[in-house]
């Protein structure tokens, strides 16, 4: 299983969220259409055709044009969701007044980005924006017609990829079941069977689609899990408990606006300028950046920063791309690890391509790698090669007084990244050189015998007594994981580098 998960991961980690969503939806999209062919969907293939042409089209084209009135880069891929989204929320039809509605709600979408905007991050879900607001005016209200029995056959797997890719499956198990658990409450107290009030919610109205593509989106997530949890559950009564207030009533796009509202209080606030000031290379296959922030940054020793890297001919990869942090909190800079051993995608490319003073801009900071907040608590950190990155931020901040044990897996003595700053933090570090190379004298050479669970309790005794990290591609991750609690660790954190 371990195996297949692995496969599974590396992947996946071939792409990034927006490109598999991006993909994911063009699929259902054909879907709908097959269905439409077949009649299971009744609109008529030419109203779905013009509705597709006329939700990308308007989106893609007003997205780009204010970009250029507010100097910005425009991210295409995020338009053709924004587009793909609007399709689904629309009825396809061709009533001019109809039609209208969809073309504002693709306009408003793509406007929401820019006006509905802090610091260069948009507050919003675009999509959800621009279908609440054209509601309003009574052109056009959004019906949600991927909630039909039809399209679960493809909307489910395609959801269930979604999340699983982006780490949300615990996320989406909460909206659903606080959504679905009042949903069925109301409909089983008019007189349904049990069976009835379960399938409605999960056939006939879109929670999946919602939680899948909407809900799910992290720019307008706040950073930590277990804010995350409480926003689902939020969310999720907001979505199902119905109310009426005069000129607004329950809505899925309601309920998501106000979501992300609550996201917008509790994350970064806006988008953060970064000036390059430099790199160094740490290992043959990995590289330092260091970037001097226009404005404090708030983040905790082991999240992660979204860097939005702008370029041409952008491949699979696309050109928003997640690294660990490596600087302490409060860093008069903040560096970034990353592997840059070939092949590169065109994103790492533009990173190093970089020239001093040159300017990207960060678009999220979380994560949940985070040590115990007891600093008395005694942890292990296992980090596969490039994995060492969120570890550095630990070992450079106020970490001194843990008891902490480091155990570093790398090819060679020459993959050892930041063996001074490992030195300098105290922490009893252990090394796994692949090729039987000596590590540095202060680390302890643990050979190069495979670490399963016997190996790990020989190299840590009291293991069982410590939380342990790990951190590195996702085969490793996984492989060290199952060592890690086989050798008896009661909690183990992980941090994998998928598509790296």
């Excluded at 939700?55 to 100097?71: D, E, I, K, P, Q």
């Excluded at 295409?76 to 007044?97: H, K, M, R």
């Excluded at 199902?240 to 309920?255: D, H, R």
């Excluded at 391509?353 to 600093?375: E, R, Y």
Aim: hydrophobic share 50%; charged share 15%.
């Amino acid at each position: 299983m371990n195996a297949v998960k692995s496969r599974i991961d590396t992947w996946l980690g071939r792409f990034t969220m927006y490109r598999l969503i991006l993909w994911v939806l063009g699929v259902l999209v054909v879907y709908s259409m097959v269905l439409n062919v077949l009649g299971w969907l009744t609109f008529g293939l030419p109203q779905m055709l013009v509705h597709l042409v006329l939700c990308l089209g308007v989106t893609y084209a007003s997205n780009r044009l204010l970009a250029m009135v507010f100097r910005i880069t425009p991210h295409s891929e995020s338009s053709l969701i924004t587009g793909l989204l609007i399709y689904f929320l629309f009825w396809p039809a061709f009533g001019v007044t109809d039609m209208a509605g969809v073309a504002l709600a693709c306009v408003l979408a793509s406007a929401s980005k820019y006006a509905l905007a802090f610091r260069g991050r948009h507050i919003f879900n675009p999509a959800a924006a621009g279908a609440f607001l054209t509601g309003l005016t009574g052109l056009n209200i959004a019906t949600w017609w991927a909630a039909t029995p039809a399209m679960l056959w493809l909307l489910v797997p395609g959801v269930l990829v979604v999340l699983y890719r982006t780490r949300k499956m615990l996320m989406a198990t909460v909206f659903m079941v606080v959504a679905t658990s009042i949903i069925c409450a109301e409909l089983l107290s008019r007189g349904m069977t049990f069976g009835q009030a379960l399938w409605q919610p999960l056939a006939q109205r879109p929670l999946l689609f919602f939680v899948g593509f909407m809900l799910s989106e992290p720019l307008t997530l706040p950073p930590r899990r277990w804010q995350q949890l409480a926003l689902a559950a939020v969310v999720g009564v907001v979505f199902a408990v119905p109310y009426n207030l005069g000129f607004v009533a329950n809505s899925p796009e309601l309920a998501l606006l106000l979501g992300n509202l609550i996201a917008f209080v509790l994350g970064q606030r806006g988008g953060v300028e970064l000036i390059f000031k430099g790199s160094r290379a740490l290992t043959p296959g990995s590289t330092e950046f260091r970037f001097e922030p226009t404005r404090p940054v708030r983040y905790a020793a082991g999240q992660f920063m979204e860097l939005n890297l702008p370029h041409s001919g952008s491949d699979g990869k696309g050109r928003r791309r997640v690294f660990s942090i490596t600087s302490p909190p409060g860093a008069a800079e903040v560096t970034f690890g990353v592997g840059t051993a070939e092949p590169l995608s065109t994103a790492k490319k533009a990173l190093l391509a970089l020239q001093p003073g040159d300017n990207i801009s960060a678009t999220t900071v979380g994560g949940d790698f985070l040590l115990p907040h007891d600093a008395g608590k005694p942890v292990l950190l296992i980090a596969a090669g490039i994995g060492i990155t969120p570890f550095l931020a630990h070992l450079a901040a106020d970490e001194a007084a843990r008891d902490t044990v480091v155990l570093y897996l790398a090819k060679g003595r020459d993959e050892l990244a930041c063996a001074e700053q490992l030195e300098a933090s105290g922490a009893r570090v252990i090394a796994r050189l692949a090729d039987g190379s000596t590590p540095p004298d202060f680390m302890l050479d643990a050979g190069t015998s495979r670490i399963d669970a016997p190996r790990l309790r020989e190299l840590v005794p009291d293991l069982a007594e410590r939380e342990v990290y790990v951190s590195g591609s996702p085969a490793s991750v996984d492989s060290l994981r199952a060592a890690a609690r086989g050798a008896g660790a009661r909690r183990v954190h992980v941090d994998s580098f998928a598509g790296y």
